[in-house]
């Protein structure tokens, strides 16, 4: 799997967004360490505090189909359907991330035009952890 095909999946989420009190749709692909690729796009609701960010839907959903192991996730957002940002997950994205991915966990953010890549713990230096016992 290469960067273009994560983002193309990522891309072809964005266009499910449902996103009509912000007018942002963003979509999102992760990388399985397997090879499998979940998508997901933001999902909005009426009572704000409820939408559902397109990188936990597409964790989520992989992780509710039994994978554990993650090795990256491509993430494009924009207005009007079109891809006008680099779209950095949101600190409950990044936290949900933390719970299942290491510190090198590849994040590809895409603006349209570049790539930026970046990893979980350089967005996420210090994040929460319970300690086992």
Known sequence: MNE???IDSAVAA???S???YSGFSVGAALLTCSGRIYTGC???NSSYSITMCA???ALFKALSEGERDFEAIAIVGGRDGRITDGCPPCGACLQAMSEFCGGDFTIL???GDN???HTLGSLLPESFK???Q
Request: hydrophobic fraction near 30%; glycine fraction near 0%; avoid cysteine.
């Open 115 to 117: 790539v930026n890549k």
């Open 4 to 6: 273009k095909e994560l």
């Open 14 to 16: 964005m266009k499910s």
């Open 130 to 132: 319970i300690k086992k």
């Open 18 to 20: 449902y996103s009509p």
């Open 109 to 111: 953010l895409f603006d």
């Open 55 to 57: 990188e936990r839907t």
């Open 42 to 44: 933001n999902i909005e």
